[in-house]
């Protein structure tokens, strides 16, 4: 390889520098805090497909339901993968390779 290639490579494959103002990197921070409209929480998301039968539940009595969905959709493709695989997981399976 050339000098002239060697400093092509270095010059354009360098790691960029990027000059951000402070202020776009506390936006950054405050849109991963609060997100906007356009981002739904899980919560919201909960809410907006059960709707009215989510009305007098809290966000943490509903927080306990979805977690306890999770853990039974979890259960359920669990038992589901074994019966399918001889008494094995998809993700043991998949580990196994």
């Known amino acids: ?4 290639q060697q400093s092509f490579l270095t010059t354009e494959y360098a790691s960029p520098r990027v000059d951000r103002s402070p202020l776009a990197s506390i936006d950054d921070a405050l849109r ?3 997100p906007t409209q356009a981002e739904e929480t899980q919560l919201q998301k909960a809410r907006r497909t059960l709707g009215n039968s989510a009305i007098a ?33 998809l993700q043991q399976i998949l580990r196994e390779g």
Do not use: C, K, P
């Open 32 to 34: 991963n805090i609060f």
């Open 57 to 89: 539940l809290t966000d943490e009595e509903l927080e306990v339901h979805l977690t306890e969905v999770q853990h039974l959709i979890d259960y359920w493709l669990d038992t589901f993968e074994q019966q399918l695989f001889d008494g094995m997981t």
């Open 1 to 4: 390889m050339s000098a002239t």
